[in-house]
Structure formats: C-alpha cells, structure tokens
C-alpha cells in the first residue's frame, strides 16, 4: 500500500467550505437504513396485531436489498432528468411518507406498501450520496465520506438499540413512524440549496446579455460503466461484499446459538457485528484516500473473515466472542467500495453512473446471499455454509485487486 503521491497541480487555497452541503449529506447518512433496523426487532409485536404470518415477515426482510438493488438501477435514469439536490429531497420525503405509512397500518397489505415507499427513498439516497460528495467535496472525498459513511453506521445500529424501549413505551407505531421527522430534517438543508442555486441562476441571467446561447446548461454526458474494467471490478467487489455481508446479518444469531450461545448471546453477537461497522467507517475511507492502492484493506478483511470461519468451525468453545469480532472487521471492505466510487472517478457524472451500477449489483447480490447460505445452514449445515462464503471472498479477492488500482473510470470506458 503505497502512500498517495502529492498532487502537482493543487491550488494554494480551498474552495469555502460548503457547511450546509455537508450538514445535509451527513442527516441523509443517518437516515439510509432507519427503516430496515427499526422494524427487525419489532416484528413479532406488529405481527401479533395485524397479522404479518411467517410468509409477511419474509417478504418484508427481502425488500431492503430488494428495493437497493431496483434503484441502483433506476436512480442514474432519475438523475438524467432532475439535479441531484431535488431527487435527494424527493429521496427523503419519500422515505418520511413511508414510514408514516407504516406507523398507520391496519394490515400487513398498507405495512407492506409504506415498507416499499419508504425503501425506495433510502435506496436512491443509497445511490445520491456519493455524487453529492463528489460534487461539494471534490477535495475532501476521504474526510467526507469517513462522516457520511459514520453516518450510515450509526443510522444502522441505533434504530435497532432503540426500536423495544420506545415500544415499550410508546408502542410500536411511534417507535417505528418517528424516524420520519428525521427525513423530513434531512431534506431541509437540499431545499436551502435548491433556493439558492435558483437565486444564483436568477441573478446570472439578469446580468446575462446573450441569453441561453452564452450560458447554456451543456448536455449531461451518458457514462456506461459496465464498459469500463474499474465499473465492472467495483461492481463485483461491492456485490460479493454485501452477499457475505448479508448473509451473516440475517443468520448470525443462528449462527451463534448453532454453537452452544443462547438466544440472548446471538442477538449481542449481531449488535457486536455490526458496531464494529463504525471502526471500519472511521479507519477505512482515511487510509482508501491516502492511499493510491489501499489493497491491503481487502487483505486485511479477508483474513479476519477466514479467522472467524476457521474459529466458529473447529474451536466455538475456546473464544465465541473473539471469532464474532473477526466477523465483524470482515464488512470494512464495505466503505472502502463506498470511497472508491469517488476516487475512482473523475467527475460528477462519473460517481452517478458507477454508484447506480455498483449497487444495483451489489444489492441484488445481496439478496441472494441470505438465500443460499440460510439453505445450506439448514442443510448441511455450518460448514458448507462457511465455504460458500469462502468461495464468495475468492472471487472478491480477484475483482477487489483491479478496483483498488488507481484507474478511472472515464478513462478505462470501451
């Protein structure tokens, strides 16, 4: 891992520090998973009163990595048609009007549609947060996406340390719809912008004495980044991160007390696994950007994911909470993919287009990791289980070598 080389055309001085930007792409972090980790816990309680049934609660578990996978795709589409700052706010208002629904369900059809509303709000805010990044940050992407990705941790891990003490009491509608107002606050700061780039662009067009032909918008360049070598590496190396990730954030408690843990100890286990999200969220985008090739990171993942494997197989009883841990500094490769869509890009246009792609791919990936392992946990059992993840993380370590180089996007494009 080869420190970063100094860049010989840096300017003396930064650009002013655009404060409500990042007060806005950090409230947008916090809100990109409330409406997955906010109902987990509580759904035995919902199902109770309206009647989920077992198939109810499948389909509700299936729809975050189905509802990001559908508008990784989707959004760059979106993004051809409207700013970032406006589809960022319907982002937002969409996720609110989802989970008020939710709160407000008399049935699991009403539970159902809100978790769709609300989903596709957090999926596309998925997709809209590096290219904010990278169009008010361009050199600040490491910093930024340390706080944004910090963000997404934390928007992770509370939802679900608070979802049964707000139930128990206020009951389970408010401990769900709250989080609403926190979208409706995160869109604030866009709206504040949208006023006042119109002001600007007012104010141009004023002083303007040759109209449209001086300062025309220029067309928005099409980036396909399934034709470009980076596009396709990062796509790959952020779907077989979520697929191993997935998978162990649905059957880790499983996975625990299928090694003598009790119940109590398997819940612990992926609070622990997914708290150690906000290490890797602090560590990993410094070093991807101080770095030119931050392999070493994927290195590092990689072995503490083996360690885990090799530890849960042929010693559960020595250190439980050991291996667990190991797990968890397994995810970290995960705001590395984040970063590397910005650093591995040249332009706004650029971030859109590979965090669309690279997403759509990884969430749909991520779908099917639950699938297959939960199959061969129950199947024959933990071990094949373990080596199917083991041959996931092959594949990663191949697709991962030629996204970490230091290539661009745009300039890598068939």
């Given at each position: ?88 706010v319907l982002a937002m208002v969409a996720a609110a ?318």
């Amino acid at each position: 891992m080869t420190p970063r080389s100094p860049r010989a055309g840096a300017r003396g001085s930064a650009l002013a520090f655009p404060v409500v930007a990042l007060v806005g792409v950090i409230l947008v972090s916090l809100n990109l998973r409330t409406a997955v980790t906010s109902l987990s816990p509580l759904l035995g309680v919902i199902d109770a009163e309206i009647g989920l049934g077992t198939g109810g609660m499948s389909l509700l578990g299936m729809v975050p990595t189905a509802m990001f996978a559908l508008w990784g795709v989707l959004t760059p589409i979106a993004l051809r048609r409207m700013g970032l700052e406006m589809l960022t706010v319907l982002a937002m208002v969409a996720a609110a009007a989802g989970q008020v629904l939710r709160a407000l369900a008399h049935d699991p059809w009403v539970m159902g549609a809100g978790s769709l509303i609300a989903l596709a709000g957090m999926g596309i805010g998925n997709v809209v947060a590096p290219p904010l990044v990278k169009k008010y940050f361009p050199r600040h992407v490491a910093a930024v996406s340390m706080a944004y990705i910090t963000g997404l941790q934390l928007g992770t891990v509370v939802p679900a340390l608070v979802a049964v003490p707000v139930e128990e009491a206020a009951g389970w509608r408010v401990s769900i719809g709250w989080w609403a107002v926190l979208a409706i606050v995160a869109a604030v700061p866009w709206i504040v912008e949208i006023l006042r780039t119109d002001h600007e662009d007012r104010t141009t067009a004023a002083t303007s004495t040759t109209g449209r032909a001086a300062g025309g918008t220029a067309p928005v360049q099409r980036i396909r980044p399934w034709r470009s070598p980076v596009g396709v590496a990062l796509a790959l190396f952020f779907g077989t991160n979520s697929l191993c990730t997935y998978a162990f954030f649905t059957w880790l408690p499983a996975v625990a007390e299928s090694i003598g843990m009790t119940r109590a100890e398997g819940g612990l286990a992926l609070a622990v696994y997914s708290a150690i999200g906000l290490i890797a969220a602090l560590v990993v985008p410094w070093a991807a950007g101080r770095f030119d090739d931050p392999y070493a990171v994927v290195v590092v993942s990689m072995v503490c994911y083996l360690a885990g494997f090799a530890g849960l197989l042929w010693a559960p009883d020595v250190a439980p909470w050991l291996w667990i841990c190991f797990l968890g500094v397994g995810p970290s490769t995960f705001p590395l993919c984040l970063t590397l869509i910005n650093l591995r890009t040249r332009t706004q246009a650029g971030s859109a287009a590979l965090s669309g792609f690279a997403q759509g791919v990884g969430y749909t990936a991520a779908c099917l990791g639950p699938i297959v392992f939960g199959v061969l946990l129950s199947g024959p059992g933990l071990g094949a289980g373990l080596a199917f993840l083991t041959a996931v993380l092959a594949v990663m370590a191949v697709v991962a070598r030629t996204a970490c180089r230091p290539r661009m996007l745009e300039d890598t494009l068939r």
